[in-house]
């Protein structure tokens, strides 16, 4: 089974599995931009999205959730403080800032279960994000182990993304998307030298696919969802990493852009 980029499969379950609540208008002239989009740019973007289902989900997130990445104990007493808080919730008033969250959560979440911490506090978390954003029908993947269960996720993808695309919240899935991205390249910029070993150089590869992809669908509905203007400032900084080959450049590169992950990941949640 072809991977992805580190820690993509529980927020890419979300990314493409979630129902997002309707968001107020804007203004009146992207409303009716919105209600206006061309078929023809519609069917553009459904072919951009079916294009990820050339790829597994699974990258680390998985090798977490099915135990094939483990720390060693000396590895796991250097406990990351560089996880987000669960209390951010309490700091979060748009649809915009909570989807963000709910990504990074899920993946930080991870994470803590890999360095044996406590992770009450970011289910408690999530659970209340989910309501705000109207997922609480989305089945719970804390404790997905089976690869084959993860699979039958990824066949809900197109389906769940044309609904959201129905229902006008196609930003907040594009959102989930560059969330995932962010905080996959902010944990790795974090923890190097352990996170490198679940990436491997095809999931490198990936990751430049997702970023490409991921530019060309926000170039083409900015338009419609002005909003989303943070999530093109993200998706710009990482241009570099489209050249990228190799776990050892990407770990590089990285690693030199640092400051700038850190900041964007600031600024999705601003």
Not at 82 to 106: F, G, M, R
């Amino acid at each position: 089974m072809k991977k992805i980029i580190l820690f993509a499969v529980l927020p890419l379950l979300f990314l493409f599995a979630c129902k997002g609540k309707p968001v107020k208008k804007i203004d009146a002239v992207a409303e009716e931009a919105r209600q206006q989009m061309s078929l023809e740019l519609v069917v553009q973007i459904d072919s951009l999205v079916a294009q990820e289902l050339k790829y597994s989900f699974q990258p680390l997130g998985d090798k977490i959730q099915t135990g094939e990445f483990k720390l060693t104990d000396k590895q796991k007493k250097i406990k990351p403080e560089y996880l987000i808080s669960p209390t951010i919730v309490d700091e979060l008033h748009t649809l915009q800032q909570k989807n963000a969250a709910l990504i990074y959560i899920l993946m930080d979440r991870g994470v803590a279960k890999l360095y044996d911490m406590p992770t009450e506090a970011y289910d408690e978390a999530f659970a209340r994000l989910r309501v705000d954003l109207n997922l609480s029908d989305i089945k719970n993947t804390f404790n997905v182990t089976e690869r084959v269960e993860l699979k039958k996720q990824e066949e809900m993808f197109f389906a769940r993304f044309k609904k959201e695309q129905q229902e006008g919240t196609l930003h907040l899935f594009v959102g989930r998307g560059v969330a995932m991205i962010t905080e996959s390249l902010y944990l790795l910029s974090q923890n190097p030298e352990v996170l490198q070993e679940a990436v491997t150089n095809e999931e490198v590869n990936v990751l430049a696919h997702r970023i490409k992809n991921i530019t060309v669908l926000l170039d083409k509905i900015l338009a419609y969802y002005p909003e989303i203007e943070p999530e093109r400032n993200a998706i710009a900084v990482y241009q570099p990493l489209v050249t990228v080959t190799t776990k050892a450049e990407l770990i590089e590169r990285v690693k030199l852009m640092k400051p700038q992950i850190e900041a964007m990941r600031t600024d999705l949640l601003d």
